[in-house]
C-alpha cells in the first residue's frame, strides 16, 4: 500500500491530541450516503448543498424524461464528485469552525501518522 496524505488541523490552544487527521483523496463512505455522510460529520451546510444537487437531478429527471440509465448516472456522477471532494469540505469546515492547518504528513495509514504528529506535535505553534 502507497502513503496516504493526511491534513491535521488543530483548534488554537488545544492539546495536540485533539487533532483532527483528514485524509486526501477518494472517500469512499461520501459516494454512497451523500448526504447521510455529511450530516454525521455537522457539515449542515455540504449537506444542504447536496440534497438540492439531488432535487435538481430528480427535477431535471421528470421534466425531461431521462431514461433509468441515464438518471441512475447522473446520481453516480454526483456521488463521485462528493466523495472526491469530501476531504476538502471537512477541511474548510473545520477551518470555518477556527480550526488551524498544524501540518501534512504522508503514512501509510492513520496510526502512522497519528504517531509522527505526535513525534513533532511538540515543536509546533498555533
Known sequence: MGLRFYSVLVKPGAAPETARFVR?????????????????????FAALLIAAAIAALVL???ALGWPTGVALAA?????ILVGLEAGAWQRATLERRGWV????IAAPNRDTAEQRFAEMAHTLRT
Request: proline share 0%; aromatic share 24%.
Open 75 to 79: 446520481q453516480a456522477v454526483l456521488g
Open 24 to 44: 486526501d483523496g477518494f472517500h469512499f463512505w461520501a459516494f454512497v450516503f451523500t448526504v447521510a455522510w455529511a450530516l454525521y460529520r455537522r457539515m449542515w
Open 60 to 62: 431535471v429527471d421528470q
Open 101 to 104: 492547518e498544524a501540518a501534512v
